[in-house]
T-cell receptor
Framework: GQSLEQPSEVTAVEGAIVQINCTYQ??????LSWYQQHDGGAPTFLSY????GLEETGRFSSFLSRSDSYGYLLLQELQMKDSASYFC????????FGKGTTLSVSS | DSGVTQTPKHLITATGQRVTLRCSPR?????VYWYQQSLDQGLQFLIQ???????AKGNILERFSAQQFPDLHSELNLSSLELGDSALYFC??????????????FGPGTRLLVL
């Protein structure tokens, strides 16, 4: 089967750096995606890693280690608007999402 | 705005009833995916259609069915509704069939409340 584990909640203050980890178990792994969802809104795509290493997109970076079945999303220079849920997702026969990490950023 | 549209935004119905949720993908996208999001289960993949054909199936109940029409819009039919079916239902679309290297664009969702 397929499963993903990520922390349920993370808290941080504005300007800080936060890392959200994701470990996965799946067959037919193609890559690891990250999505952001603000409360009640639609999930939006943040990043995708197919190969090992770090991908940087502005304040957000994502890392993948295929040998460790592990990845993380790194959020830098946190802003209040980054308060949201963050989902890792792996693609086997379909895109399977983790249960999400709720990030709360305070001032 | 992702370009994916879903109707209705909200739906309130009673147990035992049947409802239909509608989704129009982004222009040019051939794949449509349906997801259910409830508080305790996160985003659960239900089913994928590609160019009118069922492509992948997830944890979709037998009471639920979907189809994709020639104009590529899709409908999710939920029947014999139970209280536990109350959830946010998202539709997403992508260009191709495999999805593993493709971004999925999500619609705003339909919030279903079964009383």
């Amino acid at each position: 089967g397929q499963s993903l584990e990520q922390p349920s909640e993370v808290t941080a203050v504005e300007g800080a750096i936060v890392q959200i980890n994701c470990t996965y178990q799946t067959s037919g792994f193609y890559g690891l995606s990250w999505y952001q969802q603000h409360d009640g809104g639609a999930p939006t795509f943040l990043s995708y890693n197919a190969l090992d290493g770090l991908e940087e997109t502005g304040r957000f970076s994502s890392f993948l280690s295929r040998s460790d079945s592990y990845g993380y999303l790194l959020l830098q220079e946190l802003q209040m608007k980054d308060s949201a849920s963050y989902f890792c997702a792996v693609k086997g026969t379909a895109l399977i999402f983790g249960k999400g990490t709720t990030l709360s950023v305070s001032s | 705005d992702s370009g994916v549209t879903q109707t209705p935004k909200h739906l309130i119905t009673a147990t035992g009833q049947r409802v239909t949720l509608r989704c129009s993908p982004r222009s040019g996208d051939l794949s449509v995916y349906w997801y259910q999001q409830s508080l305790d289960q996160g985003l659960q993949f239900l089913i994928q259609y590609y160019n009118g054909e069922e492509r992948a199936k997830g944890n979709i109940l037998e009471r639920f069915s979907a189809q994709q029409f020639p104009d590529l819009h899709s409908e999710l039919n939920l029947s014999s509704l139970e209280l536990g079916d109350s959830a946010l239902y998202f539709c997403a679309s992508s260009v191709g069939a495999s999805g593993h290297q493709e971004t999925q664009y999500f619609g705003p969702g339909t919030r279903l409340l079964v009383l």
